[in-house]
T-cell receptor, first 113, second 111 residues
Framework: DTGVSQNPRHKITKRGQNVTFRCDPI?????LYWYRQTLGQGPEFLTY????????KSRLLSDRFSAERPKGSFSTLEIQRTEQGDSAMYLC???????????FGPGTRLLVL | GNSVTQMEGPVTLSEEAFLTINCTYT??????LFWYVQYPGEGLQLLLK?????DKGSNKGFEATYRKETTSFHLEKGSVQVSDSAVYFC??????????FGTGTRLTIIP
């Protein structure tokens, strides 16, 4: 399977805990995006990378959130001191160049109790 | 800023009915326009796209035409099937960068 993969698919955590999600893009895709989708809403942009460089961060991305893409391959999204409002589906997408379609992974569903 | 407004759902149709899901946009610049679909239990998939005014995107019997004069990109299909039941998202991007999505329209087709 050469699609975008995300792990874990589901995560339940208690408020105040830290969580980390991983995204593996399609091979040779140099752009990687993170979005967040809450129930009944469309995905909202969080941040994106061109290779290992983080080029843009949304205002939605508070200082409790951090994303990395070491070596320009997989990416991790960490949420520190989780809050109930962080409960959502976290989506990752990748594209080969700035001109290409974004391909989405299946998402990681986070529930903060 | 950029935004997408799409027809609120849910929409329920009988099999073989004609489908229209409205989408309008506001953008600073010249956006590319997309329809993504999310089938039950699956991730977002690109359904079709158009990159400039008057372009028509099409796929799986669905069509949408980029109308700059009305800032619209309405999704249509002449005869829907039960397998088309899904959530449909209209989206735009400027310079093919981050996507801005609408809120989604849930479509249910009954046999």
């Amino acid at each position: 399977d050469t699609g975008v993969s995300q792990n874990p698919r589901h995560k339940i955590t208690k408020r105040g805990q830290n969580v980390t999600f991983r995204c593996d893009p399609i091979s040779e895709h140099n752009r990687l995006y993170w979005y967040r989708q809450t129930l009944g809403q469309g995905p909202e942009f969080l941040t994106y990378f061109q290779n290992e460089a983080q080029l843009e961060k949304s205002r939605l991305l508070s200082d409790r959130f951090s994303a990395e893409r070491p070596k320009g391959s997989f990416s991790t999204l960490e949420i520190q001191r989780t809050e109930q409002g962080d409960s959502a589906m976290y989506l990752c997408a990748s594209s080969k160049t700035v001109q290409e379609t974004q391909y989405f992974g299946p998402g990681t569903r986070l529930l903060v109790l | 800023g950029n935004s997408v407004t799409q027809m609120e759902g849910p929409v329920t149709l009988s099999e073989e009915a004609f489908l229209t899901i409205n989408c309008t946009y506001t953008a600073t610049g010249y956006p590319s326009l997309f329809w993504y679909v999310q089938y039950p239990g699956e991730g977002l998939q690109l359904l079709l796209k158009a990159t400039k005014a008057d372009d028509k995107g099409s796929n799986k019997g669905f069509e949408a035409t980029y109308r700059k004069e009305t800032t619209s990109f309405h999704l249509e299909k002449g005869s829907v099937q039960v397998s088309d039941s899904a959530v449909y998202f209209c989206a735009l991007s400027i310079g093919n960068e981050k996507l801005t999505f609408g809120t989604g329209t849930r479509l249910t087709i009954i046999p």
